[in-house]
């Protein structure tokens, strides 16, 4: 990334800082969001995924398996291989199916339990979101639903308009929400869709997103009110900063870190 361009984000990032301290992240005047990431977009042909992963499994892998407060160390262990998985996936060689990367998703997340089978396995059984109240579909309606991502096309991104990746976004938001909704598997959807999410975040060059444990409620509101509601007004919003944070803490912050490092051996 040019650094003129890193410097620019990093000044407008202090500005989402300052609302994010002050409680106003939600403020129907912020563009602070669509500013960092249309300029990250159009900056990145090609970003250090290898590193952003990397970055993301050091960080914040251990957040993102405590969201649901019920993971066995197996499946901690699935969930590294999910991410490694996304990491090396080459949208220029394979061809993206929402259905058969969600499938494949769940088996890995279930590959280092002692019964990886139930891993990619659609359930049979009704399903019940846990504490929330959501009205969750039979079990033929849900596969039916997952199923019709077979061959599905994803909106595209047109490249001489930024603000478009935006509908883009929206779209992949919707949609994993809905299969979560949906409950196509008996256990693990939330993890599955989260990470297909960030699956189709990498098809345009956007880093994986986090929710830190600390912010499961705020999740967990944004997320209840699209799914009961069909408003996705707060979800959307809350994975706009999301993306921001991650263009933040896994790209930029350890780009300036290693120039203050590329400085301080020069000076030794």
Request: some cysteine.
């Amino acid at each position: 990334m040019k650094s003129e361009l890193r410097e620019l984000i990093v000044l407008i990032f202090e500005g989402y800082l300052v609302r994010k301290n002050e409680h106003r992240l939600y403020e129907k005047d912020s563009t602070i969001p669509e500013q960092i990431i249309s300029m990250y977009y159009q900056a990145n042909d090609e970003p250090p995924f290898r590193i952003l992963y990397n970055n993301f499994k050091r960080k914040y892998l251990y957040n993102e398996s405590r969201i649901d407060e019920t993971l066995t160390e197996e499946e901690r262990k699935g969930l590294e291989r999910v991410y490694d998985y996304i990491k090396e996936y080459d949208f220029k060689t394979k061809k993206f199916d929402v259905f058969v990367e969600g499938l494949k998703i769940h088996s890995l997340l279930y590959s280092a339990c002692p019964f990886p089978e139930f891993g990619g396995k659609l359930r049979d059984n009704m399903a019940l979101l846990k504490d929330e109240i959501v009205e969750v579909p039979a079990a033929s309606e849900a596969k039916k639903y997952f199923q019709s991502f077979i061959g599905y096309e994803l909106p595209k991104v047109d490249f001489s308009d930024p603000t478009s990746i935006f509908s883009y976004i929206n779209a992949c938001i919707y949609i994993t929400t809905e299969l979560i909704r949906n409950q196509p598997f008996t256990d693990g959807n939330k993890r599955t869709f989260r990470a297909l999410l960030n699956l189709m975040f990498k098809q345009y060059n956007l880093p994986p997103v986090y929710v830190k444990t600390k912010e499961r409620e705020e999740y967990k509101d944004a997320l209840m009110k699209a799914m009961r509601n069909k408003d996705y007004t707060s979800l959307n919003q809350f994975y706009y900063y999301k993306i921001c944070d991650s263009i933040y803490d896994l790209d930029i912050a350890e780009e300036i870190k290693k120039d203050e490092d590329k400085i301080y051996t020069k000076k030794k």
